[in-house]
């Protein structure tokens, strides 16, 4: 299936409906990592496929769709975390199945703690790497930048990000 599509044919709504499918996951588990709701984490995908059918003739031929999906999914994240009844409303983080892979499984609370210190794209950098195990390559092209950089902001966030989680295990 190709990552670009013209939207003026009734049959490119099948097609778009089957690339967000295909991206579900991934999207959902990134907004899930930034949100720690589920329930904001599934309206910030929903959002994130609306603006993303509305602006499809922005994706440029031959651009793969996911790094610009979860570009979309990371800021529609960044916006929910701003708006005032973010911090009123709080919902106590589920708990993985065991049924769910570990890899699925929630950052523990001092990671997740960690990770709050660090800055937007730190956190959606480190989260697409290791959470949602995008290559590099997928990393640059949501960011705009080659893989080599991708590579580079990543080891930076994590220089960043491992001195908090140490000074956590000495205060624990």
């Known amino acids: 299936m190709k990552a670009y599509m013209s939207v003026a044919y009734p049959s490119d709504r099948a097609a778009f409906a089957d690339l967000i499918a295909a991206e579900y996951n991934a999207a959902f588990r990134l907004a899930f990592a930034l949100l720690h709701d589920a329930g904001a984490a599934e309206d910030a995908v929903q959002e994130a496929a609306f603006k993303a059918w509305r602006n499809i003739n ?3 031929e031959g651009a793969p769709f996911r790094p610009w999906l979860l570009g979309i999914v990371a800021n529609e994240c960044r916006s929910a975390t701003r708006r005032r009844w973010w911090s009123v409303i709080r919902v106590p ?25 660090l800055s937007h794209d730190e956190r959606v950098i480190l989260l697409l790497r290791y959470y949602v195990d995008l290559p590099y390559e997928e990393i640059g092209l949501h960011f705009g930048i080659s893989a080599k950089a991708a590579r580079t902001r990543t080891e930076r966030a994590l220089k960043r990000l491992r001195p908090m989680l140490r000074m956590q295990e000495v205060i624990a």
């Open 58 to 60: 922005q994706l440029h």
């Open 93 to 117: 983080n589920p708990r993985p199945s065991a049924e769910q892979d570990s890899s699925e499984a929630l950052p523990s609370i001092e990671l997740r703690a960690a990770l709050k210190r």
